[in-house]
């Protein structure tokens, strides 16, 4: 066996590749680590909790490229190569090395699944070959280089085809199409997403049934399947972007044994060690079938199936792949059952995804084989309305109505609300046939649905008894989805619930539907059965409340504060338990907590579980906004919450109040009102001069804030303000540049590690813009403001715990842009770079441990310069301009690290060609000024050519939003801010290959 693994992480998080890669690559570096392997661990993405300095022994902030992974292994000399964790990007990357014969050059084991495997599964026209010799059918298909081979084809089969190009995440550059002039544009935008430039076309399965098997394979050839998942959409959407069921619900017997053995033969014919997703279209009226793919890989469907069952599907297939059999691997889950028994479930899981439409109003909502979701939610429970009811809950969204005209236009072509758009229907009185005609939607599922639109009318019309309101809570119904119906409050519905002596009942997650003795801390919460979870013995109990769906502005970082929180908590001798509903996360790994609830994070849920393990203390800081929002309803049922009083959070998140603690304090802020009214707004818009930045309340990374140029502008805004969003904050928009504090405070003493400056200017989201740890532009005075502002709000509020604050710089004046009363997004960066805990400093000040002084902290010697980067995940929604301002656009961020930031900003933009060594690599269209050189064809001929790789355009014309549309549909790289642009110049006189480590736990120093 090697002693040091290579492990490649699957880098900063983009719709298609997310969280649930962070958390299978955690558990591959943990079970390495348990196997007394040493794990050097690359991977770009600051905000996991995989590149937390106790997952690896060494972690390197790297490009995730060739070049840059031969630099760390010359430097490591490790054993051997695990990809299998890492996503799309990890694969791909491991068949580059191949390519470039480093495994040979460097004698270097890859684990698990072989790159003739790889290549196998991931070429499409090596798969249809094997495919063929299986007999195993696909649809009819052809493997293309050119648009005009996909018109050939289109000429003999028809319309409507499946793009899917090969070696791709997501759907990446994939599509349906009916149409010669949108087959075109696909085929072009396909070829240039993958990396090998080829694309699968096929004749449309729509319609069909989409059934996903999650196989494990060891290296003699035993195969288990450790979950069967049904999507609820037929095929034609996403499974990314579909509700799925697991296990399915619609599947005779006998079919779910032909696609399991089928998935089992697909699997052993690739030799695939480890992990393997294998999806199948059904026919609903025959049993022909057909493979649509597979992934040799732990996949994202592979986070789900874990949770949905409890078996640790990474884990064993990092074990799998340093040679384990699966009949002497036990789960860990269970403690007496091995890795090759089959998960049984006594309960039905629900996954929704969750969509970005609610920043992006404009985008296109229509779904097809492109993923366009940044997260998703999972709900378990004993009955399926049950579970469709939790996952809505979970989603921490406004269930939207859909206008009566709309309704079938959801229905004819899949969009995120078409869910909401079948229930609108059935409330009307439209028959589950005449929807299932339209959608091809299974009839079970339509019924299930139909359900609950007929348990709601008889909670309007009917006296609620007790047998009544049993069922309601079975089906999932909340006590306020319940008082609203009855007309009623839902302390009322609580107390008639106590009354009749109808509980919340706890059921155990165990992998063998309690077959056979558990021990397992894994729970969900139900109506139906008997409860058969004890609460966990200790006498001191923490509630950690997670963070929810991931979500544009709320991502895998809220994730990362949870589990540093768990540690801390549990090094302190606090019994824990978690509450969330993200299955993409490591906080609902089941070995995180003390005990894990697999649920909905509402008030209900909450309080039921506070009072079931007798908690005494919530922690609402380390969720991100999700937590925060519920903090006051916790609050006023009495929960004991950590940290500072509610009313201390509201003269933070309350803008006129903010603004009064400010004006006491003397602390400059830019000149605003809040406004609860759109006349109000309208009104105090005219005491200001234009622009202005119009801001919701409540939200995060920015949703809904606009800068507007004229009154004109401010109405549409306000328009499209949902109203729990309000009061809306309008300030003068001031030019400058931007900084930001992450702190923690006991209420009088603060400890700040360093000052993180933004190099974008003021307007741009701090969340979008890249930015440099610690600060080298500002100078002593304005840190030393900065720092005496944070520490004269600390003390006029006495805050503790964790704090971000926002500054602008105008001149010479510090302005105060806003406080964040909670662990922010930029938390592990500060953490991981500083090699200081801001999370674990927090804990200790919010439980008050009698042993830590928080004035006693020393500050910490960076040695290393670190620059924050953002990604944009344009390929799902080409057709957005993604110009930046203030409302979020980003879905993950990466970091790279040098012995000098103009090194780190080397190795942030080494992707990049040099414009120098081929001018025609990049075109500059820029009002500002800025460096480079650029080609001198005209865009609509430079985006042609295959040179076409870097754009730069800062305009605000319509022709200038879209050519940079055109642009990112090419897959080129599109520059909006000059300063961004100017930094991805200069940093190309430096050298990107001088690999930097992570300070703190490592095996080696940085030289």
């Known amino acids: 066996m090697p002693e040091k693994v290579l492990v490649i992480g699957s880098g900063p998080i983009v719709i298609g590749q997310a969280a649930e890669f962070d958390y299978s690559g955690t558990q591959g570096c943990l079970a390495l680590k348990e196997e007394g392997h040493e794990v050097v661990l690359v991977n770009n993405n600051p905000a996991t909790i995989m590149t937390d300095n106790e997952i690896a022994d060494t972690v390197y902030c790297e490009p995730l490229t060739v070049t840059s992974i031969e630099a760390i292994i010359k430097k490591e000399t490790p054993d051997a190569v695990l990809a299998g964790l890492g996503g799309q990007t990890a694969l791909n990357l491991a068949v580059e090395m191949d390519k470039h014969d480093l495994f040979e050059k460097y004698n270097l084991t ?106 494990m394979r060891d290296v003699n050839g035993t195969c288990i399947s450790v979950c069967n998942m049904e999507n609820f959409d037929p095929v034609g959407v996403h499974t990314g972007d579909s509700i799925v069921v697991a296990p399915s619900q ?46 040799p890989r732990v996949s994202r469907s592979s986070a789900l199936a874990s949770k949905a069952t409890g078996y640790p599907i990474a884990k064993m297939a990092t074990k799998l792949a340093l040679g384990f059999q699966l009949d002497e691997l036990k789960n860990p889950l269970t403690g007496t059952t091995y890795a090759s028994f089959e998960p049984a479930l006594d309960y039905v899981v629900v996954k929704f995804p969750r969509w970005p439409f609610d920043k992006f109003t404009g985008a296109d909502r229509k779904l097809g084989t492109k993923m366009k979701a940044t997260g998703e939610v999972m709900a378990i429970d004993r009955t399926l309305e049950g579970a469709f009811q939790k996952a809505v809950s979970s989603m921490d969204q406004s269930i939207p109505f859909i206008p009566e005209d709309e309704l079938y236009v959801h229905l004819k072509q899949p969009t995120d609300l078409r869910y909401f758009a079948i229930v609108q229907l059935l409330q009307q009185g439209e028959s589950v046939e005449a929807i299932h005609k339209e959608t091809a939607i299974d009839l079970f599922f339509l019924n299930i649905v139909n359900n609950l639109v007929k348990m709601e009318e008889k909670l309007e019309s009917a006296l609620l008894d007790k047998k009544l309101l049993q069922i309601a809570k079975v089906q999932g119904f909340t006590d306020n989805k319940i008082a609203e119906l009855q007309q009623k409050t839902p302390a009322q519905i609580k107390k008639i619930r106590s009354e009749y002596g109808i509980k919340p009942g706890y059921k155990m997650v165990d992998t063998c539907a309690a077959e056979f003795e558990a021990a397992t801390n894994y729970v969900y919460t139900t109506y139906a059965g008997i409860n058969e979870i ?111 009083p509610i009313d201390t959070i509201a003269q933070l998140e309350d803008r006129e109040q903010f603004y009064d603690v400010l004006n006491r304090l003397e602390i400059p802020h830019i000149p605003g009102s809040m406004c609860h009214t759109m ?22 990374g920015g949703m809904g804030m606009v800068k507007v140029e004229n009154e004109k502008e401010l109405k549409s805004a306000l328009e499209h303000t949902d109203a729990r969003h309000y009061p809306i904050v309008l300030d003068q928009f001031m030019t400058g540049s931007e900084a930001e504090i992450d702190l923690v405070a006991d209420g009088h003493d603060v400890f700040i590690p360093e000052i993180m400056e933004h190099i974008e200017p003021a307007g741009v989201h701090s969340g979008d813009s890249m930015a440099i740890f610690p600060s080298t532009n500002l100078s002593s005075e304005v840190k030393e403001t900065m720092k005496k502002y944070a520490r004269q709000l600390v003390q006029k509020v006495n805050y503790h715990g964790l704090m971000n604050i926002q500054f602008l710089l105008s001149g010479d004046t510090v302005y105060v842009l806003e ?7 930029t938390v592990p960066i500060i953490s991981k770079v500083s090699d200081v805990s801001l999370v674990e400093l927090a804990v200790k000040v919010l439980v008050k441990d009698p042993d830590f002084s928080l004035g006693n902290e020393k500050q910490p010697l960076i040695q290393k ?34 012995n000098t930031v103009e090194e780190a900003m080397a190795k942030v933009f080494e992707h990049l060609p040099n414009p120098y060594e ?12 800025v460096k480079g050189k650029s080609s001198t064809l005209s865009f609509s001929h430079w985006i042609q050519t295959k040179e076409a790789k870097v754009y730069m355009n800062d305009g605000n014309s319509k022709d200038d939003s879209y050519k940079r549309i055109q642009a990112l549909k090419s897959g080129v790289t599109v520059f909006t801010e000059p300063t961004t642009f100017n930094a991805y110049i200069d940093s190309l006189a430096y050298d990107p290959y001088q690999p930097t480590p992570l300070p703190g736990n490592t095996k080696k120093e940085c030289v």
């Open 534 to 644: 004890e609460p966990l013995p200790s006498n001191k109990k923490a509630l950690i409340i997670g963070s929810g769906p991931i979500r544009i502005g709320q991502g895998v970082e809220f994730d990362y504060s949870a589990v540093k929180a768990i540690q801390s908590l549990r090094n302190l001798g606090w019994t824990t338990v978690m509450i969330n509903n993200n299955p993409e996360t490591v906080s609902t790994d089941y070995t995180t907590a003390d005990r894990l609830y697999f649920d909905p994070i509402n008030k209900e849920v909450i309080e039921s579980i506070v009072e079931h393990e007798d908690i005494d203390l919530i922690f609402t800081q380390f969720g991100g906004q999700t937590a925060i929002n519920i903090a006051d309803e916790l609050d006023e049922a009495g929960l004991p919450l950590a940290g500072v």
């Open 865 to 898: 310069a670190a620059v924050k980067y953002p990604l944009f995940s344009s390929h799902a929604m080409p057709e957005l301009d993604h110009k930046l301002g203030a409302n979020m656009l980003s879905t993950g961020e990466g970091m790279c690290l040098g």
């Open 110 to 215: 890859l684990l698990g699944t072989s790159i003739q495997s790889i290549q196998q599964g991931e070429d499409r026209e090596l798969f249809r070959e094997l495919m063929d010799e299986l007999n195993q059918p696909v649809p009819e298909s052809q493997v293309i280089a050119s648009v005009e081979e996909a018109l050939q084809f289109t000429d003999t089969f028809g319309y409507p085809v499946i793009s899917r190009p090969a070696y791709t995440l997501g759907g990446r550059g994939g599509g349906i199409t009916d149409n010669e002039e949108d087959l075109k544009e696909l085929i072009h935008n396909g070829l240039k997403a993958s990396p090998i430039g080829q694309v699968i076309i096929e004749k449309s399965i729509a319609g069909f049934k989409e059934v996903e098997y999650e196989i």
């Open 918 to 929: 081929d001018e025609d690599v990049c075109l500059i269209e820029a009002a500002s000024i």
């Open 679 to 700: 006349e109000e707004a309208l009104e105090a818009a005219s005491s200001y001069e234009y622009p202005l930045l119009c801001r919701p309340s409540y939200v995060i």
């Open 250 to 295: 619609t599947l005779t017997d006998q079919e779910y044994q032909m696609l399991r053995t089928a998935a089992f033969n697909i699997v052993s014919a690739l030799d695939v060690v480890g992990g393997c997703n294998v999806q199948f279209a059904l026919d609903p009226y025959s049993k022909d079938y057909y493979v649509i793919e597979v992934n």
């Open 819 to 825: 406080v964040n009363p909670r662990a922010s997004r």
